[in-house]
């Protein structure tokens, strides 16, 4: 008999180690890991420099608390603003923690309370978070949420065009809904949120929990648009499977979030700090983001040319997803794992790809030979 809560539907396999993309489970079988625990583990599993870092640090100092300044978090900040708009950073353990920090920063600072949203999109469990969620079934049986969230189809330019007037704080969108379905933001709805931010000024908070830190390609997913966010969330990728979240602001800010406003225990520990460093040095390498690009066009392609055209491609970098039109994807998720191949949906029909941005060519052949199997 179990002692824990049955709130996570659990897969069969129990993986007890890995190494770079593949994981093995307690019977010894190999599995090619393409959820990177759910596109965190972004330098692949075990990687030696992680490793090292967690080693280093834990031997010098783990934990001290923000009562004292913490010189990694400084070292951290100026490498997720380097060379962007932003110019300071917050950091947190998790996801929805840097969404709630990004709930408070854009009230405080507008006054306002009033945060657009969209349908299928995914913040966190927590109640700020879970508000901003436009998915029915993450909020029922909770009872009142956070009040003044307004839920609007996502890419839908008149329903926005229609509904931000000057009661509205911001406008809150992950650039490729990860959770709801692998749905990206079309290059209208950028310009036309663009537009209206200016027009109205409207802060723009986009959530880069999933999207970030690589994983499409480019540092930031939003990079790859027109879009210049005032306030931007990370958290799974940034701390390459230690718990690190963040938050990064615009200039604007720095006098709403002043001493006392607010804070966390954990957040930022020399620990996260030094290992969230490590992985930036990995990934911010412009040579490593140009082998996710690289990865990711072979992906692609040989999806395309390996898949019945019945399924779409979804996605940018290594945060693809297989459209299987009405088709339930569990079944398949399943097959999969059966024949070494660890995959997640994205809602219930689509197929969510998440390998380690260090996946190799011969691997994603592999995994392209087990969709195809599994797909016919
Ligand atoms: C876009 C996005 N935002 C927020 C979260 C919540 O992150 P966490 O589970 O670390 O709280 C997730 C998690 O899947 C996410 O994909």
């Known amino acids: 008999?179990?002692?824990?809560?049955?709130?996570?539907?659990?897969?069969?396999?129990?993986?007890?180690?890995?190494?770079?993309?593949?994981?093995?489970?307690?019977?010894?079988?190999?599995?090619?890991?393409?959820?990177?625990?759910?596109?965190?583990?972004?330098?692949?599993?075990?990687?030696?420099?992680?490793?090292?870092?967690?080693?280093?640090?834990?031997?010098?100092?783990?934990?001290i608390s923000n009562l004292f300044d913490i010189p990694g978090q400084e070292k951290v900040a100026q490498k997720l603003v380097a060379d962007t708009h932003l110019k300071y950073a917050f950091f947190c353990n998790s996801g929805a923690e840097a969404n709630e920090a990004a709930i408070k920063l854009a009230r405080k600072h507008t006054g306002k309370h009033h945060i657009i949203t969209f349908e299928k999109s995914f913040h966190g469990r927590t109640f700020g978070a879970m508000s901003a969620t436009g998915q029915g079934k993450v909020h029922n049986g909770f009872g009142p949420l956070v009040d003044k969230f307004t839920t609007l189809p996502f890419n839908d330019v008149a329903a926005l065009e229609a509904t931000v007037d000057d009661?509205?704080?911001a406008i809150m969108l992950e650039m490729i809904q990860g959770e709801g379905g692998v749905n990206s933001v079309t290059p209208e709805f950028a310009a036309a949120i663009a537009k209206i931010c200016e027009d109205k000024g409207v802060l723009l908070i986009v959530d880069e929990v999933q999207t970030g830190i690589g994983r499409?390609?480019?540092?930031?997913?939003?990079?790859?648009?027109?879009?210049?966010?005032?306030?931007?969330?990370?958290?799974?990728?940034?701390?390459?499977?230690?718990?690190?979240?963040?938050?990064?602001?615009?200039?604007?800010?720095?006098?709403?979030?002043?001493?006392?406003?607010?804070?966390?225990?954990?957040?930022g520990n020399p620990l996260a700090m030094h290992v969230a460093e490590t992985v930036l040095d990995y990934v911010f390498e412009p040579s490593f983001l140009e082998n996710v690009q690289d990865l990711s066009s072979y992906f692609v392609k040989q999806l395309q040319a390996n898949l019945p055209t019945s399924y779409t491609v979804q996605g940018q970098g290594?945060?693809?997803?297989?459209?299987?039109?009405?088709?339930?994807?569990?079944?398949?998720?399943?097959?999969?794992?059966?024949?070494?191949?660890?995959?997640?949906?994205?809602?219930?029909?689509?197929?969510?790809?998440?390998?380690?941005?260090?996946?190799?060519?011969?691997?994603?052949?592999?995994?392209?030979?087990?969709?195809?199997?599994?797909?016919?």
Request: charged letters at 15%; a neutral charge.
């Open 167 to 169: 009661s509205v704080a």
């Open 318 to 376: 290594l945060l693809l997803g297989i459209g299987c039109g009405e088709a339930e994807v569990a079944p398949y998720i399943t097959a999969a794992e059966e024949k070494g191949l660890l995959l997640v949906g994205a809602g219930p029909n689509v197929i969510r790809l998440l390998p380690p941005l260090t996946v190799t060519k011969a691997e994603i052949d592999e995994a392209v030979q087990i969709l195809k199997t599994i797909l016919r």
């Open 216 to 267: 499409t390609g480019t540092r930031y997913a939003y990079e790859q648009t027109v879009l210049q966010p005032n306030i931007v969330t990370l958290a799974k990728g940034l701390g390459g499977g230690f718990p690190v979240g963040g938050m990064l602001g615009t200039a604007e800010f720095y006098d709403t979030f002043g001493p006392g406003t607010h804070g966390t225990t954990f957040g």
């Open 1 to 63: 008999m179990s002692a824990l809560f049955g709130n996570y539907g659990k897969r069969r396999a129990q993986i007890v180690k890995g190494q770079g993309t593949v994981v093995e489970d307690a019977s010894g079988k190999k599995y090619l890991d393409f959820t990177s625990g759910i596109a965190v583990v972004s330098l692949g599993h075990a990687h030696p420099a992680i490793v090292k870092a967690i080693q280093e640090q834990s031997e010098k100092l783990w934990h």
